[in-house]
């Protein structure tokens, strides 16, 4: 296996791949590349060590923040309710009987003592709708993507806050809570059936006539970039945009 001709890297979670010790396994992977590189990496949250991580990795590495940094989603409702201990089943019950369905509830259950195959099949149970409860470790809180999942109670509450906000970013998956600043930046180029309409003469479709393709529409570009401003100021209210990392 050769890696000569891969130009991208892409790593999603990477903190959970540092978290699990695969740095050094990582490198490894990098010294097989020949050529230069562009290397992506994905995570709900950026702690030290990946920051660390990506001094040491990148040249000139570019953050780009989507909502606060480290932080949860603005549109996840967050309660906090103060239990004792022994009275924790008690609540978590009541809790449940307030959602439908109050007849009761089947649950299914995924943690690190669990194989691969019982892992599946509860997710796949899950996922379907056979089961209407997932109860889960941390093993749960990130990679798992389950459309319309409501509600997640933090039982006992993570060691570390990071782990709390992959936790409650479960939920309103699945297109359910784009930014505006993302929701804004329409491709123009899906348009481009349009540029020909049967002819051999390509223009603009955004302004009509030749002289130009869409994807050098200096409108087009004007028109972006003042979306997304204006995007940006109803998105991180009138204070402004405090600008990218």
């Keep these: 296996m050769t890696l000569d001709n891969c130009r991208y ?9 540092l978290d699990l010790g695969f740095e050094d396994d990582i490198r490894e992977v990098f ?7 562009q290397m992506l990496l994905f995570s709900a949250t950026m702690p030290t060590k990946v920051q660390n991580f990506v001094r040491r990795a990148m040249i ?28 924790k089943v008690v609540y978590l019950v009541e809790c449940l009987q307030k959602t439908p369905p109050s007849s009761g509830v089947e649950a299914v259950a995924i ?12 997710i796949s149970s899950f996922k379907a709708g ?21 509600h997640v109670i933090n039982y ?9 906000v992959h936790r409650i970013g479960r939920t309103g998956r699945c297109g359910k809570r784009i930014p505006p600043v993302l929701a804004e930046l329409n491709d123009p180029l ?44 109803g998105y991180y209210g009138s204070g402004g945009y405090k600008g990218e990392m």
Excluded at 156 to 164: L, Q, R, S, T, V
């Design 130 to 150: 056979k089961k209407d409860i997932l109860v889960a470790t941390d093993v749960a809180s990130k990679g798992l993507d389950v459309p319309d999942i409501q």
């Design 60 to 87: 000139k590495p570019v953050i780009v923040n989507v909502g606060r940094p480290g932080a949860a989603n603005l549109d996840v409702i967050q309660a906090v309710e103060y239990v004792k201990q022994e009275a």
């Design 31 to 37: 010294d097989h590349f020949r050529a230069q590189r």
């Design 9 to 17: 890297v892409t790593l999603d979670e990477a903190d959970r791949l």
């Design 190 to 233: 899906e348009n481009r059936n349009a540029i020909t309409n049967g002819s051999s003469v390509e223009g603009c479709a955004y302004r009509g006539g030749p002289g130009h393709r869409i994807g050098d529409c200096p409108k087009v570009e004007q028109q972006k970039r003042i979306a997304i401003a204006s995007s940006r100021r």
């Design 111 to 122: 943690h690190g003592g669990k194989d691969q195959e019982e892992r599946e099949c509860a």
């Design 156 to 164: 006992d509450m993570p060691a570390e806050i990071e782990n709390y």
